[in-house]
C-alpha cells in the first residue's frame, strides 16, 4: 500500500536493509539500516543503522569499545556499531528495531528513537556522561520527549 502513496508522493519511502559480508566462510561484517525519507533534513533520510565488526575498519580509529555511537549529534540518524565483544545486552539493544515507520501513515519516523528505541536511550547516556548535559543531547532534538 505505502508504494502507491510514495508513487503519488503522498507518504515517503520507507526501506529495511540488510547486508551481510563474509570472509573465508566466516562473517565479517553486519549492517542493518531502517530509514524513511520524511524530507525533515535534506542531507538524509531518517533512520537507525546497525554495524557490527569482526575486526574495525582502520579508518573508525582506535575505537577500544564494543559498543560504540559513531553518530554526529543533530543527525537524523543513530549509527550504532559493535564488535564481537559486545555483550548479549549490548547486541539485543543495537539490533531491537521498531518497524512501526515501515507501515506508518502520516507525519513522525523523523528522529532515531523511531527506528533504534533502546540504543537511542544508551547514546543518551553515554553523551550526558560526555558532558552533554541532562538528556544528553543538549538543543540537539528538541522533540525528543516522545523518546521513550
Known sequence: ?????????????????????????????ISVMLSRDTRVFATSPSAGITEEYLNVPKHM?????PYWFPTPVGKPYLRVALTAQA???????????????????GGG????????PVAWHDWQAELEKHGFGVGGFGVYYPDHSRCR
Open 109 to 116: 519516523c523523523d528522529l532515531p528513537c523511531d527506528y533504534l
Open 61 to 65: 580509529g582506535g575505537v577500544s569499545t
Open 1 to 29: 500500500m505505502l508504494t502507491w502513496l510514495y508513487r503519488l508522493k503522498l507518504e515517503p519511502i520507507a526501506r529495511f536493509h540488510a547486508d551481510v559480508e563474509a570472509d573465508g566462510g566466516t562473517v565479517s561484517f
Open 87 to 105: 555483550s548479549v545486552e549490548q547486541r539485543e539493544h543495537a539490533y531491537t528495531y521498531s518497524l512501526e515507520c515501515l507501515t506508518k501513515i
